[in-house]
């Protein structure tokens, strides 16, 4: 699947069409991939894709938002891209989007050629890219059919309490290194809440009362924009369970308002509209 | 002596519509349990989630919005948003183990002072029957 890649890219440069294609590249252990930037045609043969890509690599796109450039886009990094053309982000003008048929990609692990495969990986069925000027791979002849979400529903059969200490675990663990948002294409405020200092809204403390409303309001950021990426799962030093959050907010945004983010770079986003007579539950 | 447990309620009001209502069950005279702390804010939508989640980090064990009646919003469409982000952060808390039962949405206008009465008489019941929550 690289050399088409790589042919696409080494046009796109040579025709001065884009200044820089982001793509991925081997990592130094041999096995993992990391993120890479061409900027001259002699880079062009160390793209590929593979398993392995797990960056999201729309991330960058808003860095470069004057600028040229060309992006290898598997499903996800395309959902991305949609998510953030709709909210303003990106000019669609100055982008090539080479879009990659996914069959899912692996955990992040350093050095491990066996790694396994993302559990959201095995419920997608987002195979093709929603958005792309250049298709490399094969297009499936079935049309995704609906997401599932299997994960909540088993969660859900937890009682409160046992939800309450389930979390109360993972705030403990969490060390706010904000991996998290560093890593997510949806998290780009100039100043986020968490860095808010009058009033203080996550302490600087490192407890799991400050950990909780870290957590549970960066997830409720990305409602109804979240494109079940994974790479804040991916990113997280200490594994604590993200896409369990955000997919919860995921499927709740489908059941209560039929929208899934990053398919369509026109249509709004939950939270930017509403319905004069919707019925929800809501304690209302 | 043993007191019975009293829950800590913290209600946001809109300032056109709810605030207004509570006024008037004050100047009425009709009684309701004091478990409950009012903060006045312009409107419904200004209760961002994040207030929610950090009353209830403080130790908050109910949290009540209310704002207009849909479709009487001071700012024509402001309830509209709160009910979409209310919704969903209602069914968000509770998987992350904060009861349903603990946040709720209300619409009370200006001359429901009764009602507004009624509101929280039940609110504080439910909360009481649920128990300090876990810390």
Same mark, same amino acid.
């Given at each position: 699947?690289?050399?088409?890649i790589?042919?696409?890219?080494r046009?796109?440069?040579? !025709?001065?069409?884009? &200044? ?6 081997? +990592?130094t ?6 993120p890479?930037?061409v ?5 062009v043969?160390?793209? @590929? ?6 960056h999201?690599l729309?991330?960058? =796109?808003?860095d470069?938002?004057?600028?040229? !450039? ?12 949609n998510?953030l =053309? $709709? ?9 090539? @989007? ?8 692996n &955990? ?7 790694a ?10 987002q195979?093709v ?7 490399v791979?094969?297009?499936? +002849?079935?049309?995704?059919s ?6 909540? +529903? ?18 403990q *663990?969490?060390?706010?290194? $904000?991996?998290?948002r ?9 100043e986020?809440? *968490?860095e ?15 950990s ?6 960066r ?7 979240c494109?079940?990426?994974g *790479?804040c799962?991916?990113?997280c030093?200490?594994?604590?369970p993200?896409?369990?959050l $955000?997919?919860? =907010? ?12 990053g398919?369509?770079?026109? !249509?709004?986003p ?7 007579? &919707?019925k ?5 | 002596m ?5 829950? #800590?309620?913290?209600? /946001? ?7 207004a209502g509570a ?6 005279r009709i ?5 409950? #702390? ?5 409107c419904?939508? #200004?209760?961002?989630?994040? /207030?929610?989640?950090?009353a /209830?980090q403080y130790?908050a ?8 009646h ?5 700012y ?16 968000f808390?509770d998987f ?7 946040? %709720?949405?209300?619409?009370?206008s200006a001359s429901?002072?009764? #009602?507004?009465?009624?509101?929280v008489?039940? /609110?504080?019941?439910?909360v009481?029957?649920?128990?300090p %929550?876990?810390?």
């Amino acid at each position: 699947m690289s050399q088409p890649i790589r042919d696409k890219a080494r046009e796109l440069l040579q !025709t001065k069409k884009v &200044e820089c294609v982001i793509g991925w590249e081997r +990592a130094t252990d041999g096995v993992t991939a990391r993120p890479l930037f061409v900027y001259d045609i002699k880079d062009v043969d160390r793209l @590929i894709f593979d398993q392995t890509c797990v960056h999201n690599l729309s991330r960058y =796109l808003r860095d470069r938002k004057d600028k040229t !450039t060309a992006i290898v886009a598997k499903p996800c990094d395309a959902r991305g891209i949609n998510m953030l =053309l $709709n909210e303003q982000q990106l000019d669609r003008q100055k982008l090539f @989007i080479i879009g990659v048929v996914c069959q899912g990609v692996n &955990e992040r692990c350093w050095g491990q050629a066996d790694a396994r495969q993302q559990e959201r990986c095995q419920w997608c069925r987002q195979h093709v890219p929603p958005v792309y000027d250049f298709l490399v791979g094969e297009k499936p +002849a079935s049309e995704p059919s609906a997401p599932s979400y299997p994960d909540i +529903a088993e969660f859900e059969k937890k009682s409160p309490e046992e939800r309450r200490a389930f979390w109360e675990e993972q705030y403990q *663990a969490c060390i706010r290194c $904000n991996a998290c948002r560093h890593s997510c294409p949806g998290c780009y405020c100039q100043e986020c809440f *968490a860095e808010n200092l009058d009033p203080t809204w996550v302490g600087i403390r490192i407890a799991p009362a400050e950990s909780q409303i870290w957590n549970l309001v960066r997830a409720f950021h990305l409602s109804g924009r979240c494109v079940d990426c994974g *790479a804040c799962e991916q990113a997280c030093p200490v594994n604590i369970p993200l896409m369990l959050l $955000n997919r919860k =907010l995921q499927k709740d945004g489908i059941d209560f308002f039929g929208f899934e983010p990053g398919l369509s770079a026109e !249509t709004a986003p939950p939270f930017a509209t509403f319905k004069k007579d &919707e019925k929800l539950e809501g304690g209302e | 002596m043993v007191t019975a447990y009293q829950p #800590r309620i913290i209600g /946001f009001l809109c300032n056109w519509c709810s605030y207004a209502g509570a006024d008037l069950a004050g100047t009425s005279r009709i009684s309701y349990p004091g478990n409950i #702390r009012i903060i006045r804010v312009p409107c419904s939508a #200004r209760v961002d989630p994040l /207030f929610i989640v950090k009353a /209830f980090q403080y130790g908050a064990d109910g949290v009540l919005v209310a704002g207009c009646h849909p479709g009487d919003c001071h700012y024509s469409e402001g309830n509209y948003h709160t009910r979409r982000r209310l919704a969903l952060l209602h069914s968000f808390l509770d998987f992350t183990g904060i009861e349903k039962e603990r946040l %709720r949405l209300e619409w009370v206008s200006a001359s429901e002072g009764k #009602r507004w009465s009624q509101v929280v008489t039940d /609110f504080t019941a439910q909360v009481a029957a649920l128990g300090p %929550r876990a810390k």
